[in-house]
């Protein structure tokens, strides 16, 4: 079990940027999860541990950049051009390998960072 910890949320206007991070990431393939009121929780970005391969929904590609520095063991996701649907809270959650899209695959999760994005 690892404790991951997110941060960098916050409130910004459409067409903002925000660069939310999580540590520690460890030898682990990560991702990032977000979950809108009433919604269910929503797969949107996911990254091996050795950063080689990254897999992303439709609905960010191109506007977000999932990475990871394993020097300081954290991974980062970039958000640009935001758009008032990406307001949710997001979550990072760790597996030991692999880009699968499924929360059930991870069974480390962080507390999770707002993030508002206001017209």
């Known amino acids: 079990q690892v404790q991951l910890v997110e941060s960098g949320g916050g409130l910004v206007q459409v067409g903002g940027s925000l660069r939310l991070s999580c540590a520690p990431s460890?030898?682990?393939?990560m991702a990032w999860f977000r979950q809108a009121p009433g919604k269910e929780r929503e797969f949107v970005a996911a990254i091996t541990r050795n950063g080689g391969n990254t897999r992303y929904i439709d609905s960010v590609k191109g506007r977000f950049t999932i990475s990871r520095d394993n020097a300081k063991t954290t991974v980062y996701l970039q958000m640009s051009s935001l758009k008032l649907e990406d307001t949710a809270v997001y979550y990072c959650?760790?597996?030991?390998w692999g880009l699968g899209s499924s929360a059930d695959e991870y069974g480390n999760w962080g507390q999770g960072t707002q993030v508002t994005v206001s017209s």
């Open positions: 959650a760790a597996k030991p």
């Open positions: 460890g030898a682990y393939a």
